[in-house]
C-alpha cells in the first residue's frame, strides 16, 4: 500500500514536468540535400497568412508558406514570450514547397536571439 500511495505522489510530480518536454528538431537531415535558414513564427500572428488558427509557418525570400511535416505546439507555447505567435524566431530547415504550403522533413529551432 505504501508503494502505491509513493507511486502515486510521484506521478503527480513527474506528470507536470514531461508536459512541458518540447522538441527543437523535427526529422533528421539529409546530408545529400542543402539545409536553408529561414524565419519561422505563426503564419496568423507574424508573417501576415490568412488561416483559421495558430498554424507553424516559414518565410523563404521575403514569401510566407504554411509548414507541413511540423506543428506549431511541437516547440513549445505559441503565445510564450519567446513563442511563435510573439516572435519570428530562426529555423534551419530541409523540405519543399508544393503549392503554396512547404513540406518539411527537417527542421531545427535554433536559440531565441539567434539570426539569419
Known sequence: ??????????SLFLLPLLAQHTNSII?????S?????????CGECQLGLHGKSCDLAIRIN?????VDGAHIDSFGDAHAKDGFCEAVRTAEVQGQITGNRFKAT???LMPSGSKK
Open 1 to 10: 500500500m505504501k508503494s502505491c500511495i509513493c507511486l502515486l505522489i510521484s
Open 27 to 31: 526529422g533528421k537531415p539529409d546530408p
Open 33 to 41: 540535400k542543402k539545409t536553408m535558414l529561414v524565419e519561422t513564427a
Open 62 to 66: 521575403g514569401k510566407a508558406y504554411f
Open 106 to 108: 527537417y527542421f531545427k
